[in-house]
């Protein structure tokens, strides 16, 4: 038995078809996402790290630039707190200035945080007159701390 299909209307494949237009986004098929590579950032930050570390630890910020007496030998102290005096015979505690009337009041606070014998560091400028360094170790003398002068090793023979 043969079966024949009657066509009375156009066969299925030659319909009309209706073209759908597509938007093709082609830019952003082909367009990488950008990428930071943060390996080589990680290292630089880390030597950035340690520069300032090891530059940090080298500087001291509680000083005052003075030019220090010469002396063959260096005396060796804990220091509690530094007095430093400098060629305008004006008088620091640390960082802080302070009149020589006020240095005791100024000092007790350092002093009594110590256990040990206190010691006073004088760091003078070698312009100033003894009468100033004597005037520290007085008060040094009343508040009951050792005073220890700080001196320049380098250029004595």
Same mark, same amino acid.
């Given at each position: $038995? ?10 299925? =494949?030659? =319909? ?7 938007? &093709?986004?082609?830019?952003?098929? =082909?367009?990488? /996402?950008? /990428?930071? =590579?943060?390996? @080589?950032?990680?290292? !630089? ?15 001291? @910020? ?6 220090? @007496? *010469? ?5 060796? #102290? ?5 007095? #430093?005096?400098?060629?305008? %015979? %004006? ?10 009337? +006020? &240095?005791?009041?100024?000092?007790? @606070?350092? &002093?009594? *945080? +110590?256990?040990? %014998?206190? #010691? ?9 007159? !003894? ?5 520290? $170790?007085?008060?040094?003398? +009343? ?13 004595? %023979?």
């Amino acid at each position: $038995m043969v079966v024949t299909k009657n066509y009375t209307t156009t066969p299925p =494949h030659y =319909h009309t078809t209706t073209l759908k237009l597509v938007k &093709l986004n082609l830019r952003n098929k =082909h367009r990488d /996402e950008g /990428e930071v =590579h943060t390996g @080589p950032l990680n290292d !630089i930050l880390f030597i950035l790290l340690l520069f300032f570390l090891i530059v940090s630890t080298l500087a001291n @910020p509680n000083v005052i630039k003075l030019s220090q @007496p *010469k002396s063959k030998t260096d005396t060796r #102290s804990k220091q509690t707190v530094v007095v #430093s005096i400098d060629a305008n %015979q %004006q008088y620091f505690v640390g960082t802080t200035k302070v009149s020589l009337t +006020e &240095l005791k009041a100024q000092l007790q @606070p350092f &002093l009594a *945080k +110590e256990t040990d %014998q206190p #010691s006073i560091v004088i760091n003078a400028d070698k312009t100033v007159p !003894i009468d100033d360094v004597v005037a520290v $170790m007085r008060v040094a003398r +009343e508040l009951g701390a050792r005073t220890v002068l700080a001196v320049d090793k380098k250029g004595v %023979q």
